[in-house]
Structures are given as C-alpha cells and as structure tokens.
C-alpha cells in the first residue's frame, strides 16, 4: 500500500508541470538565482502588522518540538461503561453513560412498530451521544433489519453533527473540551482564539492527522502520507487552493523527527509550501510566529540531497534557521551550486565570524552554476567568485571594491551566483581580486 501511494504521489509531482497552469509553481532550474515571483507562490514577504489580540500562551521554540513528539508515551484509558441514573421519564440525561448491551437494546428497538417505542430508543440513543455512535454506526451497515439500517444512519448523522458542534462551539469560546491532538498542538502551537480557529480547520478537514499528534511515530507517518495524498489530490485533481491548515497540518506532522521522510514526500512538501498559504501564514500577525517555528523544525531536518530547495525556501522566508543549515552544508556538501547557495545564505545572516567558514573556497575553480552571457561576454560563475562575494558582504564591503558587479546584491538571498562571475577570458582580474580579498578580508591564521 505504501508503495502504491508513493507512486500517486510521484505520478502527480511528474504531472504538476502539465496540469498546473503556468506561474503557479516556481522553476527550480537554477535555485542559486532567485526565481521571479509568481502570483500564487511565495515572494517577498512584508513583516506582519501588529494587531491588539495577543496569544494566550506562546509557541514553542523550533528547538523545542521535536521533545513533544519524543516525550509522547501511549497511556490509552480504559473508559468504564458504569449504568447511569435514569431521567424520570426513562430516557438518560445528557451526557449519560449506558452499558453495550442497553446501547444494543435501544438500538433494535429503532425496527418496532410503536412509534412511542422507536422515539424513545432515538431519544435514549441520543441523550449518550458520542458513546453509542460505534454500534449505531455498525448497525447502519449490518443489522437485518432494513429500518433499524436507516433510522440508525440517521440518528448517527444526527449525534455527529450535534456532537462536532456543539464541541467546536465550546473550543472557539475558549473552554477545555476534548478535541482529539489539541493537547499536543497546544504545547506547540500555542493557545489564543486566531489558533483555535487554525486548529478547528485542520480536526475538520485532517482528522487523521489531529488524532495521531497524541499517537505513535508510526500513526503521525501514516497520516502524513495519507495527508500528503488528500493535498495533492485537491491541488491537481479537484482544484482546490491550500490552505493554512493544510500547511500547519503537514508541519506539525513533519516536526516528527525521527518519522521517515521520503523523497517523493518531500517533494510534494516543498509544492504545497510555495503555494499561497504560505505568505499569508507569513503575514498573519498571530500565526507567523508559531509558522516560522514549525518551518524552522521542519528545514533542519533535511539531508544534503534536497539541500538547495531547503536553502531557497530558508531564505526566502527569512528564517534564522537559514545560517545553522548553510554551514552544516559547507561540510556535509560536495556539490559546487548547493556549497555556493550555502554561501548566499551566511553572506545574509552570518556575520564576520564567519569569513573563516568561506574562505576554504577562495582558490576552488568548480562551477557554481551554468555559463552565463553578458555585455558580449562569456562569464564563468566559480566556487571562489561566490567566497569572494561572502567574504565581501560579511565585511560590509562594496562588491564593486572588488570587481565583483555591485547589482549582484539581492535582498532575500544575499548575492545572485549568477552574476559575480569574471569573463573567461579575464582570469587575471579575478586572480587579483581574490589576493586583495586575502590580504584585506580574510583573518591572519
């Protein structure tokens, strides 16, 4: 079965390019430039604006969530089924509990021909709601008789209903009622009326994922999967925007750290999060913050293959988490265009510290990214152009000191690899500026 589903998903992601209309996923061709922004994916994102409603209790920390998860034991609690105290007019209070075998009677009593008879047990079946819906549920598709089949439907549809409503009513006015996963989402997420909202859509529309936040590794790994699939299938099959819950959903189950993550998982993580959900977390001024948090958890755990889409994403949403990944990448890494994307990431949030991490490069001759034509010449983007252009801006230098094209500079992703390359045939003038960035930038060993 897991094979079957990761297969539909890789069939969808091979299919995004056909049947998504242009300009709402953003080409990766060359990650190391900035891609132009397009109208249903993540561009520059403003600051949130302030508003006067404050969170009741904070997000976790991105550090912190993956010690929820870890933290998580099974301790299911065995539900007694004492007999209540009956109404006076035989039918249960609200909120009453009944043994199975009175649940079974009332049931078979929904098939007699007295109508008094039929009311009561669809009353009595009511009045304990939620505690008798596996029998009714069960007897709506296997009782022999074809009127107990469908007054049971009926009286399930009805308990559901009153059931979810009356729960989701309490939750948005801020009372402690039962909502499946809300205990750990709290922990994470925070608490506050803008959260509540957020999670009443995701129980709504996920709640497979709701219920397996208190579960095991193994339960938040299925329902990611099964999560994954339904997204994917309402982006391209049905047509549907993603959501905010969508996203949270599918952040919150990723934060996971030791649930697996497939490629082709990952893949279709990265479509969802560059859809338009995404800047309107960004700009939420009550979900930002605990957004960020999760994305934070989230790009910390990618592996070097995926490195250059985690690094754009990073820095494209301002994430702080964007410098810890770069310089675990200059280690770990050994391709030129994803070691010069980890330089556009700490020439924008490292610091001088910092020059000693890049510096290795200023000698490597490997390309950082295609060939490029420019003012009639060909120019050649290295590994140690991009070092040169690190070292410069983390020095709070001019590029141009250093013959390296001032418009290079670009405000999400620190410089464009692109366009700091020296022509080909001018090896000279780079050799130069490389030994000035040397003997002026670079610290004494």
């Excluded at 403003?46 to 034991?73: C, G, N, Y």
């Excluded at 049931?107 to 009561?120: C, K, N, S, T, W």
């Excluded at 770990?332 to 994307?341: G, I, N, V, W, Y």
């Amino acid at each position: 079965m897991i094979l079957l589903e990761q297969r539909w998903l890789a069939c969808t992601m091979l299919l995004c390019a056909v049947i998504v209309p242009a300009g709402q996923v953003p080409a990766q061709d060359t990650p190391a430039q900035a891609p132009a922004p397009a109208p249903d994916t993540v561009a520059d994102i403003p600051e949130p604006a302030s508003v006067s409603t404050a969170l009741t209790q904070p997000h976790l920390a991105s550090d912190k969530i993956a010690d929820v998860f870890r933290a998580q034991t099974q301790t299911p609690a065995v539900a007694q089924q004492p007999r209540s105290e009956a109404a006076p007019d035989g039918v249960p209070s609200a909120g009453a509990k009944a043994t199975p075998d009175e649940i079974s009677q009332w049931v078979d009593q929904l098939g007699r021909a007295e109508f008094a008879a039929r009311e009561q047990a669809t009353a009595k079946l009511r009045a304990v709601g939620k505690q008798a819906m596996p029998v009714l549920q069960k007897a709506a598709q296997e009782h022999a008789d074809l009127e107990v089949r469908m007054r049971a439907g009926t009286v399930a549809d009805g308990i559901a209903g009153n059931e979810t409503a009356g729960r989701v009513d309490a939750f948005l006015a801020g009372k402690d009622v039962s909502m499946e996963g809300w205990n750990v989402a709290r922990k994470i997420l925070g608490d506050g009326i803008r959260v509540r909202e957020l999670y009443v859509e995701i129980f709504l529309r996920h709640e497979a994922a709701a219920a397996a936040l208190e579960g095991s590794t193994k339960q938040r790994a299925e329902a990611f999967r099964a999560t994954i699939i339904d997204i994917q299938r309402g982006m391209f099959v049905e047509h549907r925007l993603t959501t905010e819950a969508d996203v949270i959903a599918l952040l919150l189950l990723a934060n996971d750290q030791d649930m697996p993550i497939s490629r082709v998982e990952e893949g279709a993580m990265f479509t969802t999060m560059r859809r338009e959900a995404t800047s309107r977390l960004l700009i939420d001024a009550q979900l930002s913050g605990l957004f960020r948090a999760l994305l934070g958890g989230w790009v910390t755990r990618s592996d070097v293959s995926n490195r250059q889409d985690m690094l754009w994403f990073a820095m494209n949403c301002n994430l702080d988490q964007s410098l810890q990944l770069a310089l675990e990448t200059l280690q770990k890494s050994t391709d030129p265009p994803t070691l010069a994307m980890a330089m556009q990431a700490i020439s924008r949030f490292g610091d001088k510290s910092n020059i000693s991490d890049v510096a290795q490069y200023l000698d490597d001759e490997r390309a950082a990214s295609e060939v490029q034509y420019f003012g009639g010449n060909v120019i050649e983007p290295q590994l140690r152009d991009a070092a040169m252009a690190a070292i410069v801006l983390l020095s709070d230098r001019q590029l141009a000191d250093y013959h390296l094209d001032p418009n290079a500079i670009h405000a999400n992703f620190g410089f464009i690899v692109q366009a700091i390359g020296f022509p080909a045939e001018n090896n000279e003038l780079r050799l130069e500026a490389i030994e000035k960035v040397k003997r002026e930038l670079v610290p004494a060993k």
